[in-house]
């Protein structure tokens, strides 16, 4: 075993299975004294016995093996809640004791109080657990993988009219809110990527806002990439530049940075104060964004590049948006007779 320490600081731990197959985890330290902490305490998951490690257990150790893999609000969101729930509906078993018909009784059990949207992100979620499992050598297969998500027809994206956002900026009485709806709906943004920009990310002179990993945030897809700036956005910035010293991040109430739940909830408050689209919430201005390019002829490919979408068929969502550019298209091959 060795110790390599990344440029976030954290020191991550290097070992070999009995395989040989080397294995790297995250000990969350970066002072050595408390790595050396984590070190005696530290069991390689090849030397415990397949199916002598209850699913609570392997719960509790998963930031420590997933940690650089998983972001912690995800872990935290997403992956805890979803194991919590299988728990409670499947028991507290060996890793090596579950099977397919758990994992249906789960998905049925879950469809009675959810959306089968939210049923198959956490049917996501325990599966990549069950996956890593396996190549940890604790398992032999992933009863997840025998199984399948619930089908869930498409659904088109929600979106604003021009009018109705001009209407909701109207209503908006706190300043930073409202720039942050406004940098929102012309960047496409989404909202943890918005509260976590720092002035260091923004090039005005090229105008390009650098969206970065680093210790505290990630993108998504983990990739960097540049968005540039509109005249909107640019006269946002200008104007809230002005105010940088009180934070070091772009939006901030009184220098401390905005909360996801605060924004949200604020959004969601104005829009049923209009009698809005009771399905809209803030993400929809990251659609709208989307809405707006396509219906204005802008192609499917670059909205792509701009939501920053690593699969084209993910923006196809929008498609259904510019059906007169297809009327165009087929008008190629029409004739008379």
Same mark, same amino acid.
Request: with cysteine; charged share 20%.
């Given at each position: 075993?060795?110790l390599?320490?990344?440029?976030?600081? !954290?020191?991550?731990?290097?070992?070999?299975?009995?395989?040989?197959?080397?294995?790297?985890?995250? #000990?969350?330290?970066?002072r +050595?004294? %408390?790595?050396?902490?984590f070190?005696?305490?530290? #069991?390689?998951?090849?030397?415990?016995?397949?199916?002598?490690?209850l699913?609570s257990?392997?719960?509790?150790q998963l930031?420590?093996?997933?940690?650089? +893999?998983?972001?912690?609000?995800?872990?935290?969101r997403?992956?805890?809640?979803a194991?919590?729930?299988?728990?409670?509906?499947?028991? %507290?078993?060996?890793l090596?004791?579950?099977?397919?018909?758990d994992?249906?009784?789960?998905?049925?059990?879950?469809?009675e109080t959810?959306?089968?949207?939210?049923?198959?992100?956490?049917f996501?979620?325990?599966?990549?657990v069950?996956?890593?499992?396996?190549?940890?050598?604790?398992?032999?297969?992933?009863?997840?993988?025998?199984?399948?998500?619930?089908?869930?027809?498409?659904?088109?994206?929600?979106f604003l009219?021009?009018? /109705?956002f001009i209407?909701?900026?109207?209503?908006?009485?706190?300043? /930073?809110?409202?720039?942050l709806?406004?940098f929102?709906?012309?960047?496409?943004?989404?909202?943890? /990527?918005? !509260?976590?920009?720092?002035?260091?990310?923004? %090039?005005?002179?090229?105008?390009? +806002?650098?969206l970065?990993?680093?210790?505290?945030?990630?993108t998504?897809?983990?990739?960097c990439?540049?968005?540039?700036?509109?005249?909107a956005?640019?006269?946002?910035?200008?104007r809230?530049?002005?105010?940088r010293?009180?934070?070091? $991040?772009?939006?901030?109430?009184k220098g401390?940075?905005?909360?996801?739940?605060y924004?949200?909830?604020?959004?969601?408050? $104005?829009?049923?104060?209009?009698? !809005?689209?009771?399905k809209?919430?803030?993400?929809?201005?990251?659609h709208?964004?989307?809405?707006?390019?396509?219906q %204005?002829?802008?192609?499917?490919?670059?909205?792509?590049?701009?939501?920053g979408?690593?699969?084209?068929?993910v923006?196809?969502?929008?498609?259904?948006?510019q059906?007169e550019r297809?009327?165009?298209?087929?008008?190629?091959i029409?004739?008379? !007779?």
């Amino acid at each position: 075993m060795f110790l390599s320490k990344r440029s976030n600081g !954290l020191f991550y731990l290097w070992y070999k299975d009995k395989a040989g197959k080397r294995h790297k985890v995250s #000990t969350g330290c970066k002072r +050595i004294s %408390d790595t050396l902490k984590f070190l005696h305490s530290f #069991t390689p998951p090849s030397a415990i016995p397949k199916s002598s490690i209850l699913l609570s257990q392997f719960v509790q150790q998963l930031p420590l093996y997933i940690g650089g +893999i998983i972001r912690k609000n995800t872990l935290n969101r997403i992956y805890f809640p979803a194991l919590d729930m299988f728990l409670q509906v499947s028991g %507290d078993r060996d890793l090596g004791a579950y099977t397919i018909k758990d994992v249906e009784h789960f998905k049925l059990r879950r469809l009675e109080t959810c959306s089968p949207v939210t049923v198959n992100i956490s049917f996501r979620a325990i599966r990549s657990v069950f996956s890593h499992a396996v190549k940890m050598q604790l398992i032999d297969e992933n009863p997840f993988q025998k199984s399948s998500q619930i089908k869930v027809p498409e659904r088109l994206p929600v979106f604003l009219s021009k009018n /109705e956002f001009i209407k909701l900026l109207s209503v908006v009485k706190e300043p /930073e809110l409202k720039d942050l709806y406004l940098f929102a709906v012309m960047t496409g943004l989404r909202l943890g /990527e918005i !509260l976590n920009l720092q002035w260091n990310s923004i %090039d005005m002179e090229r105008r390009l +806002i650098m969206l970065l990993n680093s210790e505290h945030f990630s993108t998504k897809s983990g990739k960097c990439h540049a968005i540039p700036m509109n005249d909107a956005v640019y006269e946002i910035l200008s104007r809230r530049f002005l105010i940088r010293i009180a934070s070091d $991040y772009l939006f901030h109430r009184k220098g401390r940075q905005l909360q996801q739940s605060y924004v949200s909830h604020k959004f969601k408050k $104005y829009v049923r104060q209009l009698g !809005l689209n009771e399905k809209l919430h803030f993400h929809s201005l990251r659609h709208t964004f989307a809405s707006w390019l396509v219906q %204005d002829g802008v192609s499917l490919y670059e909205v792509q590049k701009l939501l920053g979408h690593s699969n084209i068929s993910v923006t196809q969502v929008y498609a259904h948006l510019q059906p007169e550019r297809l009327h165009s298209t087929v008008n190629r091959i029409s004739f008379s !007779l």
